[in-house]
């Protein structure tokens, strides 16, 4: 709340400016009290004092609207700020977690699941042999990951639902392809 003190013929009073949320009785209650004090005024005032008071007046509304747009402004500018901490948090606990906790088992019928954590994905027995054969293609490790994260994304995007892998840097696809490695034979090269 700010204080003004003006001076008028009658002496001295002090207007009180609401805080914008204020009750609508106690705000409409001040509002009548100084629009009738203003009112009983204006008599009194030559022309000069009353273009100064117009005056004041324009600029104090001016000032009130450059006020509610700053606040909008800063409202929004903390919303932005909230979503994009929100989602660095996220992108940063995707990327903390550990690494080499995935499982493959395959089954009876030739599909393959990859677990990771307690979610787990199910491929069938081409679509393995496909990440195998990406996985023992020639490249640097790098490039395999690339490959594999690549076709990840193009063929199986819902794995990434199962194990949040952001790109080809993240540890996980790393384990991932160590355990592939660990668990499939090398394809032999037909021709």
């Known amino acids: 709340m700010t204080k003004k003190t003006t001076g008028s013929k009658k002496g001295k009073t002090t207007k009180t400016r609401s805080a914008p949320k204020a009750a ?7 509002w009548a009290s100084f629009a009738a004090e203003l009112k009983s005024l204006i008599p009194e005032l030559d022309s000069e004092g009353l273009a100064f008071l117009v ?3 324009r600029v104090h509304l001016y000032n009130m ?21 929100a989602s660095r948090s996220r992108r940063e606990r995707a990327v903390q977690k550990p690494a080499g906790v995935f499982k ?8 393959y699941y990859i677990y990771y954590g307690h979610d787990n994905a199910i491929f069938s ?26 076709w990840f994304k193009r063929e199986r995007s819902d794995f990434f639902a199962v194990a949040p892998i952001p790109d080809k840097f993240d540890e996980r696809l790393k384990a991932l392809t160590a355990l592939i490695i660990k668990s499939f034979k090398m394809p032999r090269r037909r021709g």
């Open 24 to 30: 609508a009785g106690k705000k409409d209650a001040a």
């Open 104 to 111: 493959i088992k395959g089954t009876q019928n030739g599909s």
């Open 55 to 57: 005056q004041q007046a």
């Open 125 to 150: 027995g081409d679509e393995m042999g496909r990440i195998v054969n990406i996985v023992y293609s020639e490249g640097s490790d790098l490039e395999v990951r690339e490959r594999l994260f690549n």
């Open 65 to 85: 609207h450059v006020d509610k747009l700053n606040q909008a402004t800063i409202a929004a500018d903390l919303a932005s700020i909230k979503a994009q901490t």
